[in-house]
């Protein structure tokens, strides 16, 4: 009987959210019950009790304009104060130079075990065309205009939208000094307090990033899949101070590890940020799901962030299918709502 009724409150805690993000009330057409979408001035606020709820702006990636301005609406119908930025929106707004590479058919067609004759043409030149592009990346790089980016952080703060992390396409083994160097600064210009990249799996390049982020007196956060343990980390955290976790929750179930609670009990002080979602775990398929309806303890998470005062933000990373009807800057507010009522519980 006790399970029973513990579902059925999940049940109605998430249709009850799913109707208040979306301002679907009896009685009328009019938006009720969504202070996290609705602020004074028409400036969005996610912090709620202590807890900063943030996205990244990757959650937006299939809509088709990708500019600063347009990422800043997405964010602000999201009802978000404070994100993850992602490199596109910040470095087109600054000039960067245009990718004429198509990545898509490059990958694909290095993954063929027999390729034709102009099959390998196709590919080489393909090749040619990145290494052409990577050098001239670097060459705009070591001259970026960071005034741009200081003017894009002044554009999203008239909005209310702070920028707490970064994430361009800067830190990888092959980034040479230049990039990365670009990459901090960047950032920095940004208003940001880190960086968050994939965790490379070399150690040699975990210490080199380390000890270029204290030179720019940044933190860069790893980020990771479902390749993360409790231990994953740990080599990285080690090696500098400015090495720190950014921490997928939902992967981190889905890949089947069950202390999700008591490593950001233990990590709490390493995390510059975490991505929030909801998987089932790894015995029930490991899909994404609409929050509320994985195996993913996002209301527990964030009760723990806010009683015991963490200061790392919870950043929505949108990945479940988005239902028919919908979007994905009405998801993202319906996620945050669901954050908002169990941070008020």
């Known amino acids: ?28 057409s009019k938006l009720f019950g969504a ?41 602000l119908d999201s009802g978000i104060s404070a994100i993850e930025l992602m490199g596109g929106p910040a ?29 390998k043409k196709e590919l080489t030149d393909l090749q040619a065309q990145s290494n052409s592009y990577t050098k001239q990346l670097t060459e705009w790089r070591a001259n970026a205009p960071f005034e741009k980016f200081s003017e894009f952080k002044k554009m999203y703060a008239e909005k209310g939208v702070s920028i707490y992390a970064f994430k361009p396409n800067a830190f990888r083994k092959e980034s040479s000094d230049v990039d990365i160097n670009y990459g901090f600064k960047a950032a920095k210009a940004l208003g940001a307090s880190h960086v968050t990249v994939e965790l490379p799996g070399d150690d040699a390049h975990t210490l080199k990033l380390g000890q270029m982020a204290l030179k720019h007196n940044m933190q860069i956060a790893y980020h990771g899949h479902t390749q993360q343990t409790p231990t994953w980390w740990d080599t990285a ?83 479940y299918k988005i239902p028919v009807g919908s979007t994905s800057v009405k ?15």
């Not at 009987?1 to 009896?26: C, H, P």
């Not at 960067?96 to 390729?115: C, Y």
Request: proline share 4%.
């Open 1 to 28: 009987m006790k399970n029973s009724k513990n579902s059925q409150s999940r049940r109605k805690f998430i249709s009850n959210t799913a109707a208040l993000a979306t301002g679907v009330v009896l009685g009328g």
């Open 237 to 319: 955290l080690m090696q500098s101070p400015a090495n720190m976790m950014n921490i997928d929750i939902g992967h981190y179930v889905a890949a089947g590890n069950t202390d999700t609670l008591d490593i950001l009990k233990r990590k709490n002080d390493r995390i510059s940020s975490m991505h929030l979602k909801d998987r089932k775990n790894k015995m029930n398929g490991q899909e994404n799901q609409v929050f509320g309806e994985g195996d993913t303890p996002v209301i527990e998470i964030l009760q723990l962030m806010r009683d015991n005062k963490y200061k790392f933000p919870a950043t929505v990373e949108l990945e």
């Open 91 to 119: 470095e087109s707004f600054a000039g960067m130079p245009e990718n004429p590479v198509d990545w898509r058919k490059m990958r694909s067609l290095a993954r063929l075990e027999n390729p034709s004759k102009d099959q």
């Open 35 to 75: 202070p996290s979408i609705i602020t004074s001035y028409n400036k969005p606020l996610s912090r709620i009790n202590g807890v900063q709820i943030g996205c990244i702006t990757y959650s937006f990636r299939d809509l088709e304009d990708q500019s600063a301005e347009a990422t800043l609406q997405y964010v």
């Open 331 to 345: 998801e993202v507010a319906r996620c945050v709502e669901y954050c908002k009522r169990a941070l008020e519980a």
